[in-house]
């Protein structure tokens, strides 16, 4: 089982440094960062792919599909409302951006009237819900690297946004949390 687990994470970092080939040559974009972060979710995510159905009705299998139930609606909802609210456009210029990340209207409708990242948002609780089907120290460690590098992600993406939004970004992060609705 060890053999294919290490076969899919480099089909996986072969994948995810393939999207991420523009940013990786350039450690000021959110991309270098979230290539990072994407890199130790999958490692989690292949640590505990054993466990994913153990002990359906465990506490921490509870807590695991509570937080994997949360992540999908703020992915689906946040990509839904970049593709009609922020009027993505090819024309942008920014090689970190992917297709729907090229937006030109700022987006502070539905869950980004709460929360500036809903897509990383969805992405910790990912994390953390993988880490809690079966918690160890070396899960414990991933999932906070993650973390780590997915707040790096949104702090450098905030940058670029005032620099695109200019003032109006500013205010909205003003009016809004970063990844968690009134806390965080």
């Known amino acids: 089982m060890l053999q294919i687990k290490a076969i899919l994470f ?7 440094t393939w999207i991420s080939r523009s940013s990786l040559r350039d450690f000021r974009s ?18 505990n792919i ?11 299998q509870i807590i695991s599909w509570i937080l ?4 999908l609606p703020l992915v689906i909802r946040g990509v839904q409302l970049l ?3 922020g009027k993505p456009d090819e024309g942008r210029i920014d090689p970190a951006l992917v297709g729907f990340e090229k937006t030109t209207q700022l987006v502070t409708e539905g869950i980004y009237r ?20 079966c918690p160890s120290w070396t899960g414990g460690c991933l999932a906070v690297i993650a973390t780590f590098f997915l707040t790096m992600t949104a702090k450098v993406e905030e940058n670029e946004n005032i620099k695109f ?10 009016q809004s949390k ?7």
């Open 68 to 71: 994997l139930i949360i992540s």
């Open 30 to 47: 959110h991309g270098f960062y979230r290539f990072f972060a994407w890199i130790a979710i999958t490692a989690l995510i292949l640590l």
């Open 114 to 133: 709460y929360i500036r990242h809903p897509l990383y948002s969805s992405l910790l609780f990912l994390a953390w819900g993988v880490f809690f089907k």
């Open 165 to 174: 939004f200019g003032d109006s970004y500013r205010h909205y992060m003003m």
């Open 10 to 16: 480099i089909i996986a970092l072969a994948g995810i």
């Open 83 to 85: 593709r009609k609210a």
């Open 178 to 184: 970063m990844f968690i609705p009134f806390l965080f």
């Open 50 to 60: 054993n466990y994913w159905f153990y002990e359906p009705f465990c506490l921490y």
